[in-house]
């Protein structure tokens, strides 16, 4: 009796577990998007970025004092509406474009990127940059699973 008690719990476990996690992995990767949209928007905003000065070098034809906080304002938006779920097609092209606009450091500025020229070894900031394309990869897949227009 406790083996069949075992294999039932099991075989829910089985059949549950996976439904519940499928159920709730997209809105927790919209959320965790949010959050890390929302907070460094906040410190863009707020001027506690420590990227003020590597954004400001990378595209130094726009005034850094006034870019910077519109960038976290853009950012801070893209957050509230990856976790409202509102209009995800814009809000996921925006965010895609975003964060390919940030690979900009490696043309701009690549000896801030990469240790001595080299691109296998990347800098702070080359890392800081260079995982974005985890964030870019998260969005396609929120992407991927937004319903079909009606």
Excluded: Y
Excluded at 62 to 72: E, K, N, Q
Excluded at 86 to 114: E, I, K
């Amino acid at each position: 009796m406790h083996t069949h008690t075992r294999t039932l719990q099991q075989t829910a476990t089985r059949i549950a577990l996976p439904a519940l996690t499928h159920r709730a992995s997209l809105r927790l990767l919209r959320w965790s998007l949010g959050l890390v949209f929302v907070w460094f928007g906040a410190l863009k905003i707020t001027g506690a970025t420590p990227v003020a000065a590597l954004v400001g070098r990378t595209v130094p034809f726009l005034d850094h004092h006034w870019f910077v906080p519109a960038l976290g304002i853009f950012e801070v938006v893209l957050a509230v509406a990856l976790v409202a779920g509102w209009q995800l097609r814009w809000v996921v092209a925006a965010m895609v474009a975003h964060l390919c606009g940030t690979f900009l450091v490696f043309v701009t500025q690549p000896n801030v990127a990469f240790q001595h020229g080299n691109p296998l070894l990347l800098t702070t900031e080359g890392e800081f940059v260079f995982k974005n394309i985890v964030l870019i990869t998260a969005g396609l897949v929120v992407a991927t699973k937004i319903p079909p227009r009606a």
